[in-house]
C-alpha cells in the first residue's frame, strides 16, 4: 500500500487514545517572544516564519499525517562520570547503547523517512542503534554536506539501495548547549567550588549562561530557528522524522512544539533514549506519549501490518 496510507495507519492508530487528545491540537507557534532576545536574527527568523506561515499549513493541508519522534541521547561517558559535558564529543557507555536499543524497540513499527541529528557522536550512535532494530531494516546513511569533495565522495548510485536507505541528517544546531568553562568539570566538585545555588543557576535558569557559555535561551535560538527551517517543512510534506538530540536542544523544541513558558521550560526533564511521539497533520502538532514513558503500551508500537503497508 502508499505511504499516504502509512501515515494513515500512524493516525488511525494513536488518535483512539483520548478524545481530548485532539482538542489539545494547537498550531505550530513561535516561542514566547518575553523569553527571548530581541535580536537582528531572531527578528529575521520570527519574520521569516510568519511568511512560512501559511506555505506549511497549505502545504500540510494536502497531506496526510507525519509523525515526529525525538529521542534524547543514552547515557554517555561523561554523563557516567558527572561530568559536565555540553558540546564536547564523548561516546555513549554500554548502559547508553543498551538504552539506544531500547529506543528503536519503541519505534520500530513507526515508519521512519529521515533522521536529524546533532553533530555530536552519541547522538548519532543514538540514532543508528535504534534504527538497527526497525521493523523496516532500512539502513541509516550519514549524509556528508560539508564539502563538495565530501558530497560527491558519499554519493549512492543505486535507486534501489537509495529506497533501501533512510538518510540521516547532522546539524550543529541540535547539539546541547555549550557549557563554556564548565566542560570538562566534576558537577558535585563546581557546586563546592562556586556554590549550589550558583550552578543551579547555570543549569537551570533559562536566560543564564555558564562562564562563556550558552544559556538555554540562546540554545532555544538556534535549535528552534532549525527545526522551522529545515524539519517541520518535512513533515508538512508528508515525510516521518526522527531526531536524536539532547536534553537541552531538545526541551527547547519542545518548548516550541507544546508552547511552554520559560518557567515551564526549565522544569522539564527528559530521560535518555525515552522516545516522544508527535503526529503532525493539518499544520499542527499533536502530543502523544509522553518524555518520561510512554503513557499506553501502544503509543510506540504498532502492528507489522501497519508498518508494512
Not at 538555554?216 to 517541520?232: Q, S, W
Request: with cysteine; charged share 25%; net charge positive.
Amino acid at each position: 500500500m502508499s505511504t499516504a496510507m502509512s501515515y494513515q495507519s500512524i493516525y488511525s492508530f494513536v488518535s483512539h487514545q483520548s478524545s481530548t487528545s485532539s482538542q489539545s491540537s494547537r498550531q505550530p507557534l513561535l516561542l514566547p517572544t518575553k523569553c527571548l532576545k530581541i535580536d537582528s536574527s531572531l527578528c529575521y527568523y520570527t519574520s521569516r516564519r510568519k511568511r512560512n506561515l501559511s506555505k506549511i499549513e497549505a502545504t500540510a493541508s494536502q497531506n496526510n499525517e507525519a509523525a515526529l519522534i525525538l529521542i534524547r541521547h543514552g547515557e554517555s561517558l561523561w554523563n557516567a562520570k558527572n561530568l559536565f559535558t555540553g558540546c564536547v564529543d564523548v561516546p555513549l557507555t554500554e548502559k547508553g547503547i543498551e538504552e539506544a536499543i531500547e529506543a528503536g524497540k519503541r519505534i520500530s513499527n513507526i515508519p521512519i523517512d529521515v533522521i536529524f541529528t546533532s553533530s555530536l557522536i552519541r547522538a548519532q550512535m543514538t540514532a543508528m542503534l535504534a534504527m538497527i532494530q526497525h521493523c523496516r531494516k532500512k539502513v541509516p546513511i550519514i549524509l556528508h554536506n560539508e564539502s563538495d569533495q565530501a558530497k560527491s565522495w558519499s554519493q549512492v548510485f543505486s535507486e534501489e539501495t537509495k529506497d533501501q536507505s533512510v538518510p540521516v541528517i547532522p546539524a550543529w544546531q541540535l547539539n546541547e548547549r555549550m557549557y563554556g568553562e564548565l566542560q570538562g568539570l566534576n558537577k558535585q566538585e563546581t557546586a563546592e567550588r562556586y556554590g549550589k545555588q550558583q550552578v543551579h543557576e547555570w543549569r537551570r535558569s533559562y536566560d543564564i549562561p555558564p562562564p562563556e557559555g550558552e544559556s538555554l535561551e540562546m540554545c532555544a535560538e538556534r535549535a528552534v530557528a532549525y527545526f522551522v527551517e529545515n524539519i517541520e517543512p518535512k513533515l508538512a510534506a508528508g515525510k516521518n522524522v526522527m531526531v536524536a538530540a539532547h536534553g537541552n536542544s531538545l526541551r527547547s523544541i519542545i518548548m516550541y512544539l507544546d508552547k511552554l513558558t520559560c518557567k515551564e521550560v526549565i522544569s522539564l526533564e527528559l530521560s535518555t533514549s525515552i522516545p516522544l511521539l508527535y503526529i503532525f497533520k493539518d499544520g499542527k502538532f499533536m502530543k502523544r506519549g509522553s518524555p518520561v514513558g510512554p503513557t499506553e503500551a501502544g503509543v510506540y508500537a504498532y502492528t507489522k501490518a501497519e508498518a508494512g503497508r
